[in-house]
């Protein structure tokens, strides 16, 4: 995911880094909660550095054994997220 994340026409990853943002705020919020920490926001550092953030925190999540929150799990969130990059 991360280098097709590279790969893309600057303007398609702005349109698809929303998406990528919410995951990856989601996946904050949850890793926090797992370990007793208050939820915190994570930065917007822009579309050159939320591919790493959804790195660390897939990492971290999987860690923690955390989902994202939603009604689907980890892997089924990053296979849409994936499906979206196209």
Do not use: I, K, Y
Request: charged share 20%; aromatic share 2%.
């Amino acid at each position: 995911m991360v280098e097709r994340w590279r790969q893309l026409p600057l303007d398609h990853a702005l349109s698809c880094a929303g998406e990528v943002r919410a995951l990856v705020q989601a996946l904050a919020d949850g890793v926090n909660a797992a370990n007793g920490f208050r939820a915190s926001v994570v930065p917007d550092c822009g579309p050159a550095t939320v591919m790493d953030q959804l790195t660390v925190l897939v990492h971290e999540a999987s860690e923690a054994a955390v989902t994202s929150g939603r009604t689907s799990t980890l892997a089924e969130d990053l296979a849409g997220l994936r499906r979206e990059l196209r």
